[in-house]
């Protein structure tokens, strides 16, 4: 079947919120606050790429992930790659990316240790409609106030370096081991490839690209899942209908249709596609 909706799985976080995002059921009012939704596919498949929503009420962690090869010399399957799609930012909302001038393993481990990493850190303004591409071994971290979509390398493989005093494990060794702590830079958006196709990301470890309304026909190439992120919208993959807030999983030849609202995103690990 070139098309399977994907189940979401609900995970609550210290820093969640009990008003979501339309499309996604609030958690009760004196439950534990949700942070974020993945979308799973079926079986016991990894798959390349975990594409997620985030909903912030505090700041996330200071934190960074291993590349490929780093993660390959501690018998990891892969780094982590990252990339944000802001839905909505209160005012004031920021998020931190690299350092404000580069960083030693010593100043970064003690910085984390003294708190004063939070003033080492490139604090961004955000808003609506901003994306960000985030490459494996940035110092980073996700501020309060923000929705967003992230599709990022499958991998979980994340170390904290500061937490704000919160309760939860920091991972400063194996952290400062792996950052490239420096300013941040921006890659070049690669821009239009084809009508109504604009490239976000263009590889080498994942693809997004992102589409109006309408309809078009996609064919993966064999052993290639293509991920259907709907932003806002409605439509049909071959038949199956889908709704903003769901993820469809795309193998083989299919086409996909779409109202005229609709606001889509649509991943696939590699470089191409057909």
Not at 83 to 96: M, Q, R, S
């Amino acid at each position: 079947m070139p098309a399977v909706r994907l189940a979401t799985h609900r995970v609550e976080k210290p820093w969640g919120r009990h008003r979501l995002w339309p499309g996604f059921a609030d958690p009760a009012s004196d439950g534990r606050p949700v942070g974020e939704i993945w979308y799973q596919a079926p079986g016991d498949t990894a798959p390349d790429l975990l594409v997620k929503y985030l909903f912030t009420s505090g700041k996330l962690s200071v934190q960074v992930h291993p590349d490929d090869a780093q993660a390959d010399a501690r018998g990891l399957p892969r780094g982590k790659d990252e990339c944000w799609v802001i839905l909505a930012a209160e005012p004031g909302a920021t998020i931190a990316l690299g350092t404000h001038e580069p960083v030693d393993a010593d100043t970064l481990r003690q910085a984390a240790l003294d708190g004063s990493i939070e003033t080492l850190l490139d604090w961004k303004a955000v808003e609506a409609g901003d994306f960000f591409y985030v490459p494996a071994r940035t110092v980073h971290a996700i501020g309060a106030g923000i929705t967003l979509i992230e599709i990022q390398q499958n991998s979980e493989t994340t170390y904290r370096l500061y937490d704000y005093g919160r309760p939860r494990d920091l991972h400063l060794e194996d952290g400062v081991a792996v950052a490239d702590a420096r300013p941040f830079v921006a890659a070049p958006m690669p821009g239009k490839v084809a009508p109504g196709r604009n490239l976000l990301v263009e590889g080498p470890k994942f693809v997004v690209e992102r589409w109006p309304g309408g309809a078009r026909h996609v064919t993966m190439p064999d052993g290639v899942t293509g991920w259907l992120v709907p932003v806002r919208g409605s439509g049909e993959v071959d038949g199956l209908g889908w709704q903003a807030g769901e993820c469809i999983a795309v193998t083989g030849a299919a086409t996909i249709t779409a109202s005229d609202d609709s606001d889509l995103l649509f991943a696939y690990p590699g470089t191409t596609r057909v």
